[in-house]
């Protein structure tokens, strides 16, 4: 299969933040860091940048997504359907933190393009159907609402 590739970089590109984290499109690069490994890149590694558009609507949708996939929070998947939204939550961490930088706050600490998007994600947290998970997902509500909304 062939791509478009674009060879040369596009820096700088007037519409485009550029973050240095490829732990948010490659949760492996996280687990690795989290247990000490060496996340050093190989010789032959080739740095991909992907567009990741975070916007309300986007991360509500990729919140959907992952609950549609799960459907149900279960002792089985509680673990995979945690991991799954962690990585949205520091996809709103993010845009919150653009936001504020943009608008400010009245508050100081969060921007009200944020504080809307957590409440927004909170509620679809809360429509999740429990059928015997421990933790998910009532300990990342509480971290959500003890961080952005007291």
């Not at 567009?51 to 992952?66: F, G, K």
């Not at 936001?99 to 998007?117: D, I, P």
Request: proline content about 4%.
């Amino acid at each position: 299969m062939n791509y478009h590739i674009d060879k040369e970089p596009i820096f700088p590109e007037k519409d485009a933040l550029y973050f240095n984290e490829p732990w948010l499109i490659d949760g492996s690069l996280q687990k690795q860091e989290d247990c000490g490994e060496d996340t050093g890149y190989a010789k032959d590694n080739i740095r991909i940048y992907v567009p990741l558009d975070l916007s309300q609507e986007a991360i509500l949708r990729r919140l959907d997504d992952v609950i549609a996939r799960y459907r149900e929070a279960t002792e089985e998947n509680e673990f995979a359907f945690e991991s799954d939204t962690d990585m949205l939550v520091h996809q709103i961490e993010i845009y919150d933190q653009i936001w504020l930088a943009r608008r400010g706050s009245e508050t100081g600490k969060h921007s009200r393009e944020g504080l809307m998007l957590v409440r927004l994600f909170l509620k679809r947290l809360g429509e999740i159907p429990d059928h015997g998970a421990e933790r998910f997902p009532f300990e990342m509500m509480e971290l959500l609402e003890d961080e952005y909304l007291h």
